[in-house]
């Protein structure tokens, strides 16, 4: 998924490596709402349930959106007059597409209400969902409240581009704050997030705290270097770590199925510092040496955000439709279903190849015109 600029140099070579994870982290996310829906639909086990963990692509989204972040916004860091550049190429890496997919989407809602939950119709809600605040519910297209918190970031990053003396403190201070939040819901026997203000959780969420050891693994990328050996190894324990952790969350602790606190802070505190890992060891060992991937896997990275953006509805109406169809048998399904997953990422594909690159040069041109 790409919520930062995919092409990052050092000494004129892209980290393909960690396009290609970006790629496996959307297939993940892809399989694991198939598992869900599956489930939700037929109550039925797809794949015997083994991608459950899938959605722990996006606590290595948040990683990886940080380091990336930390590399291209460097050389903002003390020049104000760069902020209003900064914030439009965020903007624009964002905004168009995903604007395009939501407006496809919201007919919809008005057409077959029984579709939503409700509020989809609501204009404020519309609003609000185009322009990624956060609100008590998702947002119309659900899976971009990950866009939510992603923005967020953006601006209190703007802060440190504008005064890093008092942007890094303010930053700093709500690291802090944010791991007190979290240390007093653990406290509270995981209540507090389930009672306080839907904002407050969103300011203190650890998916914060994930994009900030994204940004320092960034941070120690650009001042050091490591060994093959020792970043490969890195590699190799997050890797290994981040798909145990998910089998024994699949097939013994049972946190996937949870929506309580404790759930999150396992995914928390296992995939995110597997991710946290895996992207240090991928991003030294390829500074170190040229490596050869895959050609597809990093035409998957490269469409990650079409991906993720696009793949829930189209899953949503393809198992809606085996439903109407009256599809029987677990063997069917599923065999149904793993086309329909490879199907939805080939759309992603498509998309990405004829319509994002496309649209982010229109929207560029354009307002850099009005702009000049």
């Not at 604007?99 to 939950?117: A, D, E, Q, R, T």
């Not at 209540?191 to 900030?212: G, K, M, P, V």
Request: charged share 15%.
């Amino acid at each position: 998924m790409q919520y930062a600029p995919k092409v990052i140099q050092q000494s004129s070579q892209k980290l393909e490596l960690l396009e290609a994870f970006r790629g496996i982290a959307a297939l993940l996310i892809v399989v694991f709402h198939a598992t869900d829906l599956f489930n939700l639909k037929f109550n039925q086990r797809f794949l015997l349930s083994v991608f459950e963990f899938g959605d722990a692509g996006v606590d290595f989204f948040f990683v990886l959106s940080g380091f990336f972040l930390a590399l291209s916004g460097a050389s903002y860091i003390g020049n104000s007059g760069k902020a209003k550049d900064f914030l439009f190429k965020r903007c624009l890496r964002i905004y168009p597409v995903y604007w395009l997919i939501s407006l496809c989407i919201i007919p919809i809602y008005f057409l077959v209400p029984s579709f939503g939950k409700g509020y989809e119709t609501d204009i404020g809600v519309i609003l609000k969902s185009l322009l990624l605040i956060p609100q008590a519910h998702p947002p119309i297209l659900s899976v971009a409240w990950f866009l939510s918190h992603l923005v967020f970031f953006y601006l209190a990053f703007l802060l440190i581009i504008l005064s890093p003396k008092i942007g890094y403190k303010l930053v700093l201070a709500g690291l802090w704050l944010s791991v007190l939040y979290s240390l007093i819901d653990i406290l509270s026997g995981f209540q507090l997030r389930n009672n306080i203000h839907f904002f407050i959780d969103f300011i203190f969420s650890y998916y914060t705290l994930e994009f900030a050891a994204g940004c320092w693994v960034g941070h120690l990328f650009k001042k050091r270097q490591l060994t093959v050996s020792r970043s490969r190894l890195l590699l190799v324990i997050g890797c290994l770590s981040f798909v145990g952790f998910g089998l024994l969350d699949v097939y013994v602790f049972h946190t996937s199925s949870e929506t309580s606190s404790i759930a999150h802070y396992y995914e928390f505190i296992t995939y995110g510092l597997s991710s946290v890992l895996i992207v240090a060891g991928a991003a030294f060992l390829e500074k170190r040496r040229r490596l050869s991937v895959n050609k597809g896997l990093l035409t998957l990275g490269a469409a990650s955000f079409s991906i993720y953006l696009t793949h829930y509805p189209i899953l949503s109406v393809f198992t809606k439709a085996m439903e109407v169809v009256g599809i029987t048998g677990l063997g069917l399904r599923t065999l149904v279903m793993v086309s329909m997953c490879v199907v939805t990422v080939l759309i992603g594909c498509v998309l990405h190849l004829s319509l994002e690159k496309k649209l982010i040069l229109l929207f560029r041109d354009r307002l850099t015109y009005k702009r000049a």
